[in-house]
């Protein structure tokens, strides 16, 4: 079945950078919009980024000029720099592949890799 599997994640302080990966498997990836959620405690899941299958990005204001989010279709992977951390972006950060084709969503998401910002 398909598989979207993070790494990256950890523990750092405020100010710091971590890069996460997602690596697709049993997909057509460059056929797949990609993107970055993330889900703190006692909160929603909500958008941080995404990459189209054609590469243009889109992120949410809270991320904007400290996160950026790329792709390797030759790797099957997305990446998402972060830099600038703040303890506001602790969070399981997920990874989501997303198309339409011939009328029918596919839609999956990766286990997740919790991310870290100590004061």
């Known amino acids: 079945q398909v598989q979207l599997v993070e790494s990256g994640g950890g523990l750092v302080q405020a100010g710091g950078s971590l890069r996460l990966s997602c690596a697709a498997s049993?997909?057509?990836?460059?056929?797949?919009?990609m993107g970055w959620y993330r889900q703190a405690p006692g909160k929603q899941r909500e958008l941080v980024a995404t990459i189209t299958s054609g590469g243009s990005a889109n992120y949410a204001d809270s991320v904007k000029g400290r996160f950026a989010i790329s792709r390797d279709n030759a790797k099957n992977t997305v990446y998402l720099q972060m830099n600038s951390l703040k303890p506001e972006d602790t969070a399981v950060y997920y990874c989501n592949a997303d198309r339409l084709l011939g009328g029918l969503g596919y839609n999956y998401w990766g286990q997740g890799t919790q991310v870290t910002v100590s004061s």
């Open positions: 049993r997909i057509i990836f460059s056929n797949y919009h």
